[in-house]
């Protein structure tokens, strides 16, 4: 399927329709295989010890996936999370971004699947694994 924005166009209206996320996340790479997005770590994603939480990952996989959708359905903001099953495998590096090379699956008129593996900046195994399903609106 063709791609419905290009990086610039799709951070663009991610932060138009979801600008909670525009200092947490930024695009680095979009292509017809999957999109990669990174977690830009502050001290308000950390937990105890100083490792990315868990909660900071699900939204970094959730935001990852929700985007690689639009960047196949376009203007569609109302695309919603109804499955997510995370496995957390390793502990992240202290403090260093996270990166998610998000794929999908299956791009249906319903529903959407996908998955995303997670990688701690500076470590070649992922950290964690997230596969999730979203719901798509009916066109009106």
Known sequence: MALAFDVAGLTDYLHEIFPQVKDDFSI????????????????????????????????LADCAIYALILSRLGREA??????CSLDFMRKPVAGADVIAEARLLKLGRVLAVADVLMYSEGLGEPVARASMTYSIPPKR
Do not use: C, W
């Open 78 to 83: 109302l695309a919603v999370t109804t499955n």
């Open 28 to 59: 680095d790479a979009m292509d017809e295989q999957g999109l990669r997005m990174r977690l830009l770590t502050a001290e308000r994603h950390l937990r105890p010890g100083g490792t990315v939480s868990g909660p900071s990952m699900f939204a």
